[in-house]
Structure formats: structure tokens, C-alpha cells
């Protein structure tokens, strides 16, 4: 089958603000497209992006319609990048809650302030809607109301589920004990049932799909792409690009002592367990289902994340950590790892894009 007749999926995981290092390998995806393709975008050559939290950001960003011509996008992978780099420090650092203002038990237990990052939603949004955006699109949540996990997407009926993009994106980043949960509505005017709730409580997708690439493949499985003229495409016909962000090197201090740890205790450390430990499991799972497949399709799924050497983990394990210092060190971790990657095929992979 010929690569043009494949479904092109992005995907991106979440990890607050290490998003910026799948956000450099963005910008070199757009760029090095765009000389194969003059005048194209990231999105030009992808059928669907799938994100979760800080990968659900990239995805609004990436996506985003431009309001002068709403078939093109407004935003560039550059912007993406920039996004995190000058806007990081105030959604962390400088919304940092003094422990006074969150006593456990007492007050809320998250570490952040929302503010921040409601009003840089507000402000690169707008009221665009996700059934606005150009490309589809599937963004995790976890809905509190019915304890489910929740997919946004950018084709449904917009009579019954219909969300602004900005409450999307404050959903799936409202990761447990660092936002608060995010209170939003849904636009549509028939949304009346659990299905099509009328109003949401969501928690950040990290909680379930921190890695939303197998959530992504459902999706695909179940869509049609009018464009490839492929309807529900097999796992042969997908060509897949997954992003991580170099999760993993948080330590649990005192493990050993674990069987005693308090509820505090427990507190500070299950969302890291909880954001981790699906990642390389979804990574697993989709090699396994490309090693089914005969040769000619198994390298049509590409995982690009931070290896597993020191030299390449220079940057805070703290995924909330945007300091000056540790955004370079991101930067750094984002240039080394691209660079690694490329010599292991990612170029070949791209080529494959092309057309």
C-alpha cells in the first residue's frame, strides 16, 4: 500500500512543563516538512492529533484556526515552543499557592493557581470552539462526575457536545494536587445526559492515558477519513508519530518505609505514579501491534522520547519546575534528543509524511 494511502497520526503525551521537549521536535517536524511542502504546517500532514494534558495544550495550539482564514491554522510548532518557554515560569513558578492558602484537609490541596493559565487560554483561544478546529482531534479528561474517562473531540454533533477550546484544554492539564479540578460547560444546545453531560468536573486525562496514543488508535479504528478515502482503518494503513515528553525519573523518597506512609505522604506521590506508569505501557502495546504486522508496515510507528541515559536527563524530574534554569536544560534535552532520534530513522519516517 502506498504511504499516501496511509492515516497520519500525531500523538503527544503529557508532563507539565516538559512539554517543551516534544515541542522542539515539533518545530524541526514543521520545519523540515514545510521545505519538502512549501507554504505547509504540521497539520497539513497529519489526519488526526491526539494529546493529553500538556500534549492536549500542544494539540489546541497546533490546531487552532486562524479567525481571518479558518481553514488554515493560526499558530505555528515555533509558537508551541515559545508558548511554553515564555509562558511556563508564570503558570508555575509565579502561580505557586503558599502552604498557608492550601492546608490539607482544610483548603484545597492543589499547588497552583489556575489564573494564570485560564487567562493565557482565554487569551490565544478566544471563543473558539473544538468543532472549530482543523484537523480531528481526540483530547483526554477524566469527568468526575460519572468517574469516566472522557474524549473530546473535533467530530461530534455539535447539537449535543460542543466545548470551547480553552475549557478542553484547562480539563485535560488539571492534574490532581497541582490545578484545581475545571469547572465547564457544554455549549451545546440539546447536551442533556451523561453522554452529552450539560456541565463537567474534569481532572487531567494523565490520570488515565498519560500516554493517549492507544486512546488515539481507537478513535482512528472507529472513524473515516474522508481525504485518505480510508474508513476505519486498520493499524497497516495508520502511520504514527508518538511524542513523549521524559517522564520516569521521579524518585519516591522513603519507598522503602512505604507501608507506613500517611495520606499526605501518599498524596504528594500517586500522581507521579498514577501520570507514569501508563506511558510505557501504550508504548509496548502499539510496538507489539506493529511487530503483528507484515515488514513493510512495522516502521509506520515511530516513538520518539528522551532515552534512557543521563546525559540526556540533565532536567528536573519536577514536571512543574520552570525555572530559567531548568527551561534550558529542557531546551537541551529537547535538541540532544531530536538529534539522537534522527540518526536512529526519524528523517526516513518523515519523508514518509510527504505527499
Known sequence: MSEKKKVRILSIDGGGIRGIIPAVTLKYVEDYLKKKVPGTRLCDHFDMIAGTSTGGILTGILLAPDP?????????????????????????????????????????AAQFSPKRIENLFQQFFGETKVSELIRPCLITTYNM??????????????????????????????APTYFPPAEIENQAPFAQDDHHPPEMINLDGGVFANNPLMCAYAEARNSHFEERGIDQPTAAQMQILSLGTGGGGFTLKGKEKSKSWGLIKWAQSIPDIMMDGAIDTVAFQMREIYNTLEAEH???YFRLDVPEIGEFRDYSADMTDASDENIKKLLTAGEKTLNYWRLKGLDGFLNGLVG
Open 145 to 174: 462526575e460519572n468517574k469516566t474517562a472522557y474524549f473530546f473531540t473535533s467530530r461530534e454533533d455539535t447539537n449535543k457536545r460542543e466545548f470551547y477550546l480553552r475549557d478542553v484544554l484547562r480539563s485535560t492539564s488539571a
Open 298 to 300: 512495522q516502521n509506520n
Open 68 to 108: 481571518s482564514h479558518p481553514t488554515r491554522p493560526r499558530y505555528s510548532a515555533q509558537n508551541a515552543l515559545n508558548f511554553y518557554v515564555n509562558e511556563g515560569y508564570g503558570i508555575f513558578n509565579g502561580s505557586k499557592l503558599s502552604n498557608w492558602k492550601r492546608l490539607w484537609g482544610v483548603r484545597s
